[in-house]
């Protein structure tokens, strides 16, 4: 089993441009996360789903949307970036139902972006 | 709103020290608690969860945390750390019925000297 996989690992982005970032878990979790991490701040939530097709808001959704169409994707679109978007992007993904909390949060490696 | 505070920014120990990194909680439900480790360049691995019983968890790594309700904390410990350690710790919790979010304090980042 590969996990959780954040693609990509490192971009660049100009203000104003757009990409979404994909993240895939091959261990048919219900919940995912998109959290950002920068100095000072810990993680972030920005949206999460709690299953296929279903989407929510987290502490810093504004600039980003998300999209659940498939159980085991979790993209992260940014539609015009802008310079405080600059961050480490993390997903995340737990099993569902009553005993969600009994497993950890299992974590990518990481989306490095970069806003010029 | 469930938020968690880690008063501590940076902690600098000795090696063969002991480690006690601060974590507080504020909410009025029953808590999941738990502290993460993170090496730089890398993501996040669980170290310990707290979420109901005996009030003193043990964790991987030689690591526990005492559950205080009276003082809404969870504080991780280790009695003799090692230069290994060295990291950033997270404190998490998340509440039955909160939508199944975990809230993550701004950190501790750990320095051991040698």
């Known amino acids: 089993n590969a996990g959780v996989t954040q693609t990509p690992k490192f971009r660049v982005l100009k203000t104003g441009q757009s990409m979404t970032l994909l993240c895939a878990q091959d261990?048919?979790?219900?919940?995912m996360y998109w959290y950002r991490q920068d100095p000072g701040m810990g993680l972030r939530l920005i949206h999460y789903?709690?299953?296929?097709?279903?989407?929510a808001k987290g502490e810093v959704p504004d600039g980003y949307n998300v999209s659940r169409l498939k159980k085991q994707n979790f993209l992260l679109g940014l539609e015009s970036a802008a310079p405080s978007q600059t961050s480490v992007y993390f997903c995340?993904?737990?099993?569902?139902?009553?005993?969600?909390?009994?497993?950890?949060?299992?974590f990518g490696n990481g989306t490095r972006l970069t806003v010029t | 709103a469930q938020s968690v505070t880690q008063p501590d920014i940076h902690i600098t120990v000795s090696e063969g020290a002991s480690l006690e990194l601060r974590c507080n909680y504020s909410?009025?439900?029953?808590?999941?608690l738990f502290w993460y480790v993170q090496s730089p360049g890398q993501g996040l691995q669980l170290l310990l969860k707290?979420?109901?019983?005996?009030?003193l968890v043990q964790g991987i790594k030689g690591f526990e945390a005492e559950f205080k309700r009276s003082q809404s904390s969870f504080n991780l410990r280790k009695p003799s750390v090692h230069w290994s350690d060295a990291a950033e710790y997270f404190c998490?919790?998340?509440?039955?019925?909160?939508?199944?979010?975990?809230?993550f304090g701004t950190g501790t980042q750990l320095k051991v000297e040698l």
């Open positions: 995340a993904s737990l099993p569902g139902g009553l005993t969600a909390y009994n497993s950890p949060l299992h």
């Open positions: 261990m048919n979790h219900e919940y």
């Open positions: 789903s709690v299953g296929e097709g279903t989407t």
């Open positions: 909410y009025g439900a029953t808590p999941y």
């Open positions: 707290y979420f109901s019983g005996d009030t």
């Open positions: 998490a919790v998340a509440f039955t019925g909160g939508g199944n979010k975990l809230t």
